[in-house]
């Protein structure tokens, strides 16, 4: 049956549906002897598929695999990197990375939970705007922010021009001259509750994400990786009939 190549390649594995659509905008993917185009249909069983000159075979498609990492500060939330710093599949065993990508991200200071996949459908709906998977983090920031402040992050701040979902922030542990914060976002702009922090004068000083919806960091120590249960994948591919 006929696909949007850009799924094609994310069931196989190649990358994800974003990352499909970047191979076939830069000519790396060709069909029947052509180059292809963002959005053109193919069958894998009769149309052949190229990436960079080699064949897509059809027997091939690899076995869905969900991890779960605990992403250590310093390491990039991608496959690879132009600076040469390490990334997260330097983190996944080497015959377990053929497809993987990250479902989301993490800044590189930031630490926590983290999932990665390569299932191109999930990631295709975890990562849609429409989708809202609750994330928690525990963060700490500097000082004491104020109730006006809270309600105000609580309510929704202005980030270039648009105004954030609503945000659950609560005050965990206050201190002299720092606060952990327990914050659990519905939405995942660049560096959201980073620059939140430092636009209400109370800049991040540690962001710790514990859990992906009802996926908890739990005990799994930094560095580490583990697959996701049945439930939890389960839980995660309630995601696809939303989109």
Not at 101 to 121: E, F, Q
Request: proline share 6%; hydrophobic share 35%; glycine share 8%.
């Amino acid at each position: 049956m006929a696909e949007r190549l850009q799924k094609i390649l994310s069931q196989w594995g190649v990358a994800s549906r974003r990352g499909a659509e970047d191979l076939i905008a830069a000519g790396r993917v060709w069909v029947n002897g052509a180059p292809a185009e963002v959005g053109q249909r193919a069958d894998p069983t009769c149309d052949r598929i190229e990436i960079d000159g080699k064949p897509l075979q059809n027997d091939a498609r690899p076995a869905l695999h969900y991890l779960l990492l605990h992403k250590p500060a310093g390491v990039v939330s991608t496959c690879r990197d132009t600076h040469r710093r390490r990334t997260v599949l330097d983190l996944i065993p080497v015959a377990q990375r053929t497809g993987l990508h990250p479902v989301g991200r993490l800044d590189a200071d930031s630490t926590g939970a983290l999932l990665l996949t390569n299932d191109g459908d999930l990631t295709f709906a975890l990562t849609h705007p429409s989708h809202d998977v609750p994330k928690t983090y525990r963060v700490w920031v500097e000082g004491q922010p104020s109730p006006q402040h809270l309600a105000q992050w609580r309510n929704g701040v202005m980030l270039e021009g648009r105004k954030t979902r609503p945000a659950e922030v609560a005050v965990e542990t206050p201190q002299a001259d720092r606060t952990e914060l327990r914050i659990v976002l519905r939405e995942g702009r660049n560096r959201q509750i980073r620059r939140i922090a430092e636009q209400l004068g109370h800049p991040v000083i540690t962001l710790h994400r514990v859990a992906i919806g009802s996926i908890q960091l739990g005990d799994l120590s930094e560095g580490e990786v583990r697959s996701l249960l049945p439930s939890e994948v389960q839980y995660l591919k309630s995601a696809l009939s939303t989109i």
